[in-house]
């Protein structure tokens, strides 16, 4: 296990790696750099102080050049400062990801907790009525343009209703209270739990609908156990498998409805931070904020093959590695 | 020897279609995007019926209400919504078309090259899929999108075009959305290319490239088609999403992404410019996604339960 663990965890090192370097040429194809946008600030600076400033920032260079710089900094742990943010890249990224952990995790939470029991329950009924409900409202669900869930909710709960904030931080709106606080969160949050249930509730019911196929399944039944101890007793762990390794390899799809949930919000996650950053040619900070979603993305991945192993008995870690 | 005639009547092509047709939502959907399509593509005509110029600009009647001549009002610069609503599904609707038409292409070339060469190719070209699907989509695509075009030096002709983010937007989704075609042409290929047939055609002394497209490329259709159907609503949410955010198709040219852009900030003036665009996204690939589950059953009758989870 250690050998895989740490044969991986090399493989997405080095992805990460030809990411930054993918990253980095990216945004050498970005239009204008940093100094264009002082100048479009500041009429008085001439071409000669518009050169000199190139050259302290280093960005009369080429652009393999700057990236060399660039890496030889980072590896020391020095990801340089973010314009946007007039802090280090590091200080500006902590806050903007503890948000962004907080709306994953309990969205994410939230929409198992409705989605894995919509699941089961549609899958020992297959074809009834219930199942072909859930089904449709999953299908309803993955449909759904995630911002104009956002937008829906706000023109439901913040415009019509008037009882939830439309988007911000309490912070912004000066509130110190826990529930006001709390109450900025409950539409992103909502936003992406429905985004999500869809997805989860049709892998657990197509996995579900797999596993009672089986034939310890039908010796369970000859058994004469009752059907909700062959469901949750002996079918649900062995349906579960394939749904933790969708969940675990899904988190680069949940990031991307953060990101869309964060901007219509205005939520200070990492979404926000990534798209201000690249709109707002802040590339230190972009850079950094597309290497921490890709190291996100490749986690969930690793965590995947684990999960995988761990969970079937029937698989080795040499297996994932053929 | 003659068969019964019921018996003559049943074709595959005649199977197929028969339990397409017995799968009444797939069937009322394809009807709902072919109904979407032509109103969409009639736009001009219901300019001239109505009256509007759909690019007529009129600071005096913003957020108009319905009346006779704009059934559904009119927008921040008293503009006609329903006729911006259905240019806006022309650019859609094309643009969900060709990117996933464009990523199919993509895909197959690369799924069948990789799984009939096999060996060190394939299983080089398969860590570089895994790889791409591991990347998070919606950053990269971000990034993508604000690419300096004039920067790749492409011809000036093409960049100072109308529509030039309509080709940008084709470009990058089908630059990204390959993966989930590529490894199922592989996989089939793999299985395909063990057959008898394909030994034959080779015993025979056809070439590499004629065993790919005449001998195993046929007996991939139908995951083809199903996979690609069913990203065509993927694909039309990815652009809604892009364009929402500003980085795909770019105004006056109206996409139903890019009608919400500004929807926010006036959702209290004019609920419905907020509504009515996510609406029909909403539709259209809800539409799709049914059609896509209806071929899949009609293609692959046995998949239907079988099928895995497939990913979102």
Known sequence: MSAFLIRRTVHSLIVLFVMSVVIYGLIGLMPGDPVDLMISADPNITTDDAARLRAIYGLDQPLWSRYVNWLGAAITGDFGYSRLYAQPVWQAIVPALSNTLVLLISSLALALAIALPAGIFAATRPYSLADYGINLAAFAGISMPPFWLGILLILVFAVTLGWLPAGGTPDAAGVAGSWERLQFLILPVSALTIAGIGGHTRYMRASMIETLRQDYIRTARAKGLSESRVVLGHALRNAMIPVVTVIALDLGVLFSGALITESVFAYPGMGKLIYDAVMGNDYNLALVGLLMATALTLLGNLLADVAYAALDPRITYEDLDA | ?312
Do not use: C
């Open chain 2, 1 to 312: 020897m003659s068969a019964p005639a019921t018996l003559a009547m049943e074709t595959p092509a005649r199977a197929v279609l028969g339990r397409f047709m017995r799968h009444r939502l797939a069937l009322f959907s394809a009807g709902v995007l072919v109904l979407l399509a032509t109103l969409s593509l009639l736009a001009p005509v219901f300019e001239t019926l109505l009256g509007v110029d759909g690019e007529a600009v009129d600071l005096f009647s913003r957020y108009g209400p319905a009346t006779a001549e704009h059934p559904l009002g009119t927008d921040e610069l008293g503009r006609d919504v329903l006729i911006r609503l259905l240019y806006g599904g022309q650019v859609s609707l094309f643009v969900g078309l060709t990117a996933t038409f464009a990523a199919a292409v993509i895909g197959t070339a690369i799924g069948l090259m990789a799984g009939y060469a096999g060996g060190r190719i394939d299983a080089f070209v398969m860590r570089v899929t895994d790889g791409v699907i591991a990347l998070p989509v919606l950053p990269l695509l971000i990034v993508l999108a604000a690419v300096d075009l004039n920067k790749l030096g492409l011809p000036e002709t093409l960049l100072s075009s109308e529509s030039i983010s309509l080709y940008r937007i084709v470009a990058i989704v089908a630059l990204v959305g390959w993966t989930t075609v590529a490894r199922l042409v592989r996989a089939s290929t793999l299985s395909v290319k063990t057959r008898p047939f394909v030994l034959a055609a080779r015993a025979q002394g056809a070439g590499a490239g004629r065993i790919m497209l005449r001998h195993i490329l046929p007996n991939l259709a139908s995951p083809i088609i199903v996979a690609t159907t069913l990203s065509v609503g993927n694909v039309i949410l990815l652009e809604s999403v892009l364009s929402f955010l500003g980085l795909g198709i770019q105004p006056p040219l109206p996409s139903w992404g890019n009608l919400l852009t500004g929807a926010q900030e006036t959702i209290w003036e004019a609920p419905g410019l907020a509504f009515y665009p996510g609406l029909l996204i909403f539709v259209t690939v809800i539409a799709f996604n049914f059609v896509g589950d209806g071929l899949q059953d009609a293609l692959d009758p046995r998949a239907r339960d079988r099928r895995a989870a497939d990913r979102h």
